[in-house]
């Protein structure tokens, strides 16, 4: 008669499983279904709300769809008129501007701000202060800068009652509303900055910039030499985060300026993927122009990444 050899293993509350040899263990079994049962909600999540919906948005690229009724596969007529669209090129070059000075300039003052607040005893405080508009809905924070963005709103007035002129029109001049924009998305995003760079500065040793300081570094010196170096790291993630989020602008341009703008100064990717999908109803050039928006994301990141072996540091 045939006898089967039996192994067993210890669970995690102190009892033993018996399995065949060469079989999975029981209690392993059981902590793969409780792994998946508490992956299942993102999982699922994931799916219905981001892979689901980007495979739909590829798929309405190439069709002519207004949000009923059958789809009508055209091909690439959606992106070739989307290419020639003026208003999508408006949009596209809005987008990069903002992109170009908000990152750079919203980064710089960050790191400038997290430098001065690592020199003070109660950086807490101070730190939560600038964190404040960051847990701020973006659509209150919006809706105050209009008000102190009006022409006869409180900054208008300071600048009139200092200058003795008349205030600049911030929301109705073609020529200032992108820069209004800009500078109300480094102000909402400078807190998450200075936050995060604060944390970056934890890694500057006091040994070294002791150091710099025998050796007879200024201030500045030691900014541009030691602690940009070593913060360089730390840069490179945020301006890769800040480059994809301020391609993704919205919610300030459509509540700060309404419909983009004078002359459609404030038009950004995703107010005209917005405009001409939810508004006009062109679902199919709506998918083409998110999917120019994709891959104007990715190519930037790539850029990014190629030259970061040019100035990041990284500690061996």
């Known amino acids: 008669m045939m006898t089967t050899k039996v192994s067993s293993s210890q669970t995690l509350w102190g009892e033993r499983s018996f399995t065949h040899k060469g079989s999975e263990p029981t209690w392993r079994k059981k ?3 409780w792994a998946l049962f508490f992956l299942a909600p993102q999982s699922i999540g994931i799916l219905v709300f981001t892979i689901l919906p980007f495979v739909f948005a590829f798929i309405l690229a190439f069709t002519d769809w207004n949000g009923f009724g059958p789809l009508k596969f055209i091909g690439f007529d959606n992106f070739k ?3 020639t669209d003026p208003l999508f090129l408006r949009a596209v070059v809005n987008t990069l501007v903002i992109a170009l000075v908000t990152v750079p300039v919203g980064l710089f003052l960050a790191i400038v701000i997290a430098v001065l607040i690592n020199r003070l005893q109660h950086k807490t405080t101070y730190m ?3 964190f404040a508009p960051v847990v701020t809905s973006a659509v209150a924070v919006a809706l105050i800068w209009q008000q102190l963005l009006r022409q006869d709103g409180l900054l208008s007035t300071i600048i009139s009652r200092l200058f003795r002129t008349t205030p600049p029109d911030w929301l109705n001049d073609p020529r200032l509303t992108l820069l209004a924009v800009c500078a109300v998305t480094i102000w909402s995003s400078l807190g998450l900055n200075v936050v995060i760079f604060q944390a970056g500065l934890q890694n500057v040793s006091p040994t070294v910039l002791e150091a710099a300081k025998i050796d007879g570094a200024g201030n500045l010196r030691i900014f541009y030499s030691v602690i940009l170096p070593i913060l360089s790291p730390t840069i490179f993630f945020q301006s ?3 480059f994809i989020s301020s391609l993704q ?3 300030i341009v459509f509540v700060l300026v309404k419909n983009a703008g004078p002359d459609n100064a404030t038009r950004t990717i995703v107010y005209h993927i917005y ?5 006009k109803g062109q679902m199919g050039l709506s ?7 994709l891959i104007l994301s990715v190519l930037i990141t790539i850029m990014q990444f190629g030259f970061e072996k040019k100035w990041v540091h990284y500690d061996n």
Do not use: E, M, N, Y
């Open 128 to 130: 939560i202060l600038f």
């Open 31 to 33: 902590d793969k279904a």
């Open 240 to 242: 890769v985060i800040a």
């Open 275 to 279: 405009d001409i999908g939810i508004q």
């Open 81 to 83: 008129s989307q290419i």
């Open 249 to 251: 602008t919205f919610d």
């Open 287 to 293: 998918s083409a122009a998110a999917i120019f928006l």
